[in-house]
């Protein structure tokens, strides 16, 4: 059984619709001050967008896309977001709908030497999730990450220079010499230069000698995801083609899932699905988007999100396709039991 600290999930991830206004708006509802702000248009093709509180209030990167980060006219609020002049950057268009993905860390970052390169990190350990910031040497180095446990997923950005894609480390992967990126369709390949083949450990992650992780002098944001029971779960599954398909093993019902075919390029889409609210039965298809496209929402890849994990129903190569293998990542919605739910003996 998957007993988890976290009681309520929705304290440090949390999911948020709205509509755009085209003027000056705000959003409330999320529950604490969003950390990483992740939005994108479900009715219209339009680019992810993605904040920090590292970065600070007013840099946008798009997980879309190779660009480097832009300026906005977006605040992170104590319980939300606002647009202040009505612009949006992609995210508060009149008439369209938007999610909005909320995750929290640590606060505006604190200055980390655990590495050879010093970084700015906002880390929060019970949920397992930090924010680093730093710059690049050129040469192997190691950053410090703030989680106290090697973190299960890193991925990095080059901040400033356009062309740079989102590099990951998972370690679901064979060994740290595998990567994903997040912006394309391309399985996991191996390069030595982007986190030098070495896996995370409690206090660092290494990068190697490639600008995208560790250009000389170049400004650099890493996210890192810690699997804590109950709460978060990232793994790997084998499709079975079949309509009555795989079932993965969370440990919680899932609130949002991304999954991506490792073994093969074809079609293979970075697929997020999310439990918000729209439609309160399975299957969760309604809010069916691309990671790696800047498409609109559409009603696809059928799975069920039950109270321990996730169920396959598509024979899709995007989600299932029969002995291909893919990564994922999910966080709870609920934990199936909770320390709340623990008798005190058993403790």
């Not at 990190?121 to 680093?132: D, E, L, Q």
Request: net charge neutral; proline share 3%.
């Amino acid at each position: 059984m998957a007993y988890s600290n976290i009681n309520k999930p929705t304290d440090y991830f949390n999911t948020v619709l709205y509509s755009g206004t085209g003027a000056a708006q705000s959003i409330t509802g999320v529950g604490f001050q969003p950390q990483i702000l992740w939005q994108k248009s479900r009715s219209a093709a339009q680019n992810h967008r993605l904040m920090d509180i590292v970065r600070g209030n007013n840099l946008t990167l798009k997980p879309d896309t190779t660009l480097a980060e832009v300026a906005n006219s977006t605040t992170l609020d104590s319980d939300g977001f606002s647009f202040t002049d009505g612009s949006g950057e992609n995210a508060n268009d009149s008439g369209k709908t938007y999610v909005a993905w909320n995750w929290l860390a640590g606060g505006t970052g604190v200055s980390n030497t655990d590495g050879t390169i010093t970084s700015t990190v906002s880390a929060n350990t019970t949920s397992g999730f930090s924010i680093v910031s730093y710059t690049g040497t050129g040469s192997v180095a190691t950053v410090g990450h703030g989680l106290g446990v090697a973190p299960n997923i890193v991925i990095v950005k080059q901040r400033t220079v356009a062309g740079n894609h989102w590099i990951m480390y998972h370690s679901a992967l064979p060994s740290a010499n595998y990567f994903l990126y997040l912006c394309d369709t391309d399985p996991q390949q191996t390069a030595t230069g982007f986190f030098n083949n070495t896996a995370p450990t409690s206090s660092v992650f290494t990068i190697g000698t490639d600008a995208q992780t560790n250009g000389n002098t170049n400004s650099l944001i890493a996210y890192c995801f810690a699997e804590k029971k109950g709460f978060s779960k990232f793994g790997s599954y084998t499709g079975n083609g079949s309509t009555d398909g795989t079932f993965i093993y969370t440990g919680f019902k899932p609130a949002w899932v991304m999954t991506k075919k490792i073994t093969d390029r074809t079609s293979a889409n970075w697929l997020i699905q999310t439990a918000d609210g729209l439609n309160p039965y399975n299957p969760v298809n309604q809010q069916s988007l691309r990671a790696n496209l800047s498409n609109a929402a559409l009603n696809a890849y059928d799975m069920d999100f039950l109270s321990n994990g996730i169920k396959m129903y598509n024979d899709s190569s995007n989600a299932n396709e029969a002995s291909k293998e893919f990564i994922y990542m999910a966080f709870a919605e609920n934990p199936l039991v909770g320390t709340n739910n623990i008798p005190a003996t058993a403790r």
